[in-house]
């Protein structure tokens, strides 16, 4: 079964600091990887997603994520936070073509950026 | 561009008691979904509709929880009875591709079940 882990519940950072938050991920073949965030009293956005190509992944307000095939990992990361990067976020995985196309979430991080 | 709506956003009941949740999509998207948001946990699909037919229910309690998708466009989610554990936020997304993951999210129903 397609699973992911995040092995933080919370990461604080400065503002103008760059921000890690962690992702590893547990896949039979070729994995389909998903940044989501979610504000306070809001639904989840999607950030960003790893189908096939470049390591690095560009997406929403700045965030990118590395895929690690190597290391099972897939961090998502921010050069500089902002005090409104503040919110949980959840990595998740698709099962692959054919599967049901379902997404797995991972049970979350709070970021908290303070000044 | 509308989003997806949801209602009620809150709803406290007592246990044994039944409710139900609304959810439009985003107009033009086929795929529906139901997810269940416990505290402190991720996300976890309960029934995925591809335009008004039931592409996964495996997750889905069936003894207690139903769902419809008439005419392919709304959906309701439904409880009965309600236990104390089905406490969480039920969220309805939508995808114009069930392929892509890219999925929008409506803001959330929050249940309380006394």
């Known amino acids: 079964a397609q699973s992911v882990a995040q092995p933080e519940d919370q990461v604080n950072v400065a503002e103008g600091n760059p921000l890690t938050v962690k992702c590893t991920y547990s896949?039979?073949?070729?994995?389909?990887l998903f940044w989501y965030v979610q504000y306070p009293n809001r639904g989840l956005q999607f950030l960003l997603k790893?189908?096939?190509?470049?390591?690095l992944v560009k997406g929403s307000y700045g965030f990118e994520a590395e895929f690690n095939k190597s290391q099972t990992s897939f961090h998502l990361k921010k050069p500089s936070a902002l005090v409104s990067d503040s919110a949980l976020y959840f990595c998740?995985?698709?099962?692959?073509?054919?599967?049901?196309?379902?997404?797995?979430f991972g049970t979350g991080t709070q970021l908290k950026v303070e000044l | 561009e509308a989003g997806v709506a949801q209602s009620p956003r809150y709803k406290i009941i007592e246990k044994r008691q039944s409710v139900a949740f609304w959810c439009n999509p985003i107009?033009?998207?086929?795929?529906l979904y139901w997810y269940q948001q416990i505290l402190g946990q991720g996300p976890k699909l309960l029934i995925q509709?591809?335009?008004?037919?039931?592409?996964?229910d495996s997750q889905l309690p069936k003894d207690r929880f139903s769902a419809e998708r008439l005419k392919g466009v709304d959906s309701t989610l439904k409880i009965q009875p309600a236990k104390l554990e089905d406490s969480a936020v039920y969220l309805c997304?939508?995808?114009?591709?069930?392929?892509?993951?890219?999925?929008?999210f409506g803001e959330g129903s929050r249940l309380t079940v006394l």
């Open positions: 896949v039979s073949g070729n994995p389909y």
């Open positions: 998740a995985v698709r099962d692959p073509p054919g599967g049901g196309n379902k997404l797995t």
């Open positions: 790893y189908i096939t190509g470049d390591n």
């Open positions: 509709f591809q335009n008004n037919g039931v592409v996964d």
């Open positions: 997304a939508s995808s114009l591709e069930p392929g892509t993951g890219e999925l929008f």
């Open positions: 107009s033009g998207h086929a795929t």
